[in-house]
């Protein structure tokens, strides 16, 4: 009993700096305490066992506070029998846990049955799950969950002392790891692991490097490639043509050693394959290589380092289920000549879903003025439905040279954001046409043979998401008689700008579609008529000016008793 009092006392006593109930077994290591800083470099990434607390639940009793006495309703008490338990009315202590920390450990659950003839305790040891988000499920330090006594220096130990903590800084790991490899955790037995977004993609050696700035313009080979996460940097590498074959970040070699896991901790490699290789002269003309299949290191010649990497870009193939199929690297290769002190490259990476083809965008995520208007269609119950050539999605008439209009039926000319268009041709119109006819071939040489039903409203909407997308408006101004034909298509785009005044979004809100018609009077025999024929696009901004916001000024809503300047009033 005293001994419980002073652990519970030890408990309280040094929950402030870190728990020390229950604290963490040293694992077994096969590495020594003077292991290499290399080897435990290693040891971090390796999977860790769960920390095996130190003390038994079942044996814990807090509520256990009288030497040799069976305390009231405490269930845990072991000085209590079967006679003292039928007499409780309540458990004072129902669970028992170890440190609250952990996101997995024993506790014990007791309970009594009030329905028993006496009635009986229940005494459970299950097992806890923690549903906190911030616990420990892994650990690899020995004083991750205690406070350690320091060891005091003697004259056996003061060298090994002196050794690890006599220098001006010094690391606070424990002096071993677990490097048993082969055994596994239980709880990751049947763990399937897959890459997630944001995830560091990784390789046979870390992870694959995607060098970018950090502080300066200066590259930095540490930034690690994210899964799904499309990147493009730029960054300035110090060269000389002296050290050009010495320098690892110049070479291709660099960035295609390693394998990538095709899933994180797994034996399954994919190679990275060079797809394509571009050579850029001193005067900035690049040449594609017919044959990609070798390898060009850096190489002086001639007071020259040719095939030097001036960008790198990587694409990616993964499957739905978060696996690495296929990787594949672009080089963009130069030289340089001894004035030049540095070079600037560029690396970039992108992904792509097997079997899907990606879906080109045209901003991210507001429109970027020059680029195509996404468009497509809805079926029923479904996403909406794009043309694979961004350029074919929403179009007007284009205009030809000879301006006849039958002659340029489906040649047309896309939507570009910002740029107001106006296109036509001249149709001749003969006594023997049908008007029916000639309104539906009108009408095609206008909108064409598939004419959109909703626009993108941002220049990355995805097609999954249905209200992200503005359906068409279509407007038909006509006169009344027995024939109409259409002459005209007005496109009006309304669009505005979205977030931020520092760097704000281009937004489409509105596409109207107006069709103007006219009357097809029947014409003579022998005798033709042309009428124009007129497509026309026009980008309107509504965007309100922005105004300064000012808070309203506080009002004092006191109400006074009604007998306050009693009796002046």
């Not at 996404?374 to 996403?383: E, I």
């Not at 025999?525 to 007129?534: A, F, M, N």
Request: with cysteine; net charge negative; aromatic share 8%.
């Amino acid at each position: 009993m005293a001994a419980a009092l002073r652990l519970g006392a030890a408990f309280f006593l040094l929950l402030p700096l870190r728990a020390a109930e229950p604290s963490v077994e040293p694992a077994a290591s096969a590495a020594s305490p003077a292991a290499p800083p290399e080897i435990r470099g290693t040891a971090r990434a390796q999977t860790r066992s769960g920390p095996a607390p130190v003390t038994d639940v079942a044996k814990l009793c807090v509520c256990d506070l009288l030497v040799a006495q069976c305390d009231v309703n405490c269930c845990c008490d072991p000085d209590c029998s079967a006679a003292d338990f039928s007499l409780f009315t309540t458990c004072s202590v129902p669970i028992v846990t170890g440190d609250s920390h952990l996101c997995s450990q024993k506790a014990a659950i007791y309970s009594l049955d009030v329905e028993a003839d006496p009635p009986e305790r229940i005494f459970k040891l299950i097992d806890q799950v923690n549903p906190s988000v911030f616990c420990i499920h892994a650990t690899n330090y020995k004083q991750a969950l205690s406070f350690s006594s320091p060891e005091m220096p003697t004259s056996e130990n003061f060298d090994q002392l002196l050794k690890q903590f006599g220098s001006a800084s010094f690391s606070a790991e424990p002096d071993s790891w677990n490097m048993n490899t082969d055994a596994q955790n239980p709880s990751d037995a049947n763990e399937t692991y897959r890459y997630e977004y944001g995830v560091p993609i990784q390789t046979v050696d870390a992870f694959l490097r995607l060098p970018s700035p950090v502080v300066s313009s200066w590259c930095s080979d540490a930034n690690p490639a994210g899964f799904l996460v499309n990147q493009a940097t730029k960054c300035t590498r110090s060269v000389s043509v002296e050290k050009c074959g010495n320098i690892q970040a110049v070479s291709m070699l660099f960035y295609i050693n390693s394998s990538i896991l095709a899933v994180p901790k797994s034996s399954q490699m994919v190679t990275i394959t060079v797809q394509s290789i571009v050579v850029q002269s001193l005067n900035r003309m690049r040449t594609l290589l017919n044959g990609s299949d070798v390898l060009r290191l850096p190489l002086i010649l001639d007071e020259l380092c040719i095939n030097i990497v001036l960008g790198v870009s990587y694409h990616i193939t993964y499957t739905d289920a978060g696996e690495i199929i296929e990787a594949a690297a672009s080089f963009v290769l130069g030289a340089i000549n001894k004035e030049v002190l540095s070079i600037q490259q560029s690396f970039e990476i992108s992904f792509t879903q097997v079997n899907t083809k990606p879906v080109p965008l045209s901003g991210n995520p507001g429109y970027v003025v020059g680029l195509p208007v996404r468009a497509g269609f809805r079926p029923q119950g479904s996403g909406i439905t794009q043309n694979t050539n961004k350029y074919s999605q929403l179009t007007i008439l284009q205009s030809t040279s000879n301006q006849d209009c039958l002659a340029a039926q489906g040649t047309r000319t896309p939507i570009l954001f910002g740029y107001n268009m106006i296109s036509g041709c001249k149709l001749r119109i003969t006594a023997d046409m049908k008007c029916q006819p000639l309104t539906q071939t009108l009408l095609d040489i206008l909108k064409g043979q598939s004419f959109p039903e909703y626009v993108a409203s941002f220049g990355n909407s995805q097609a999954q998401d249905v209200l992200d997308w503005v359906p068409i408006t279509h407007l038909h101004t006509s006169e009344q008689s027995s024939c109409q034909i259409p002459v005209s298509l007005e496109i009006e785009v309304k669009w505005t700008k979205y977030g931020s005044l520092v760097n704000p979004q281009a937004r489409i809100v509105n596409v109207t579609a107006t069709i103007t018609t006219t009357t097809a009077k029947q014409l003579p025999s022998g005798r033709e008529r042309t009428i124009p024929i007129i497509s026309s696009v026009v980008f309107t901004d509504i965007s309100s000016p922005a105004e300064p916001g000012y808070k309203a000024w506080p009002t004092i809503n006191a109400k006074l008793p009604f007998d306050f300047f009693f009796p002046f009033v």
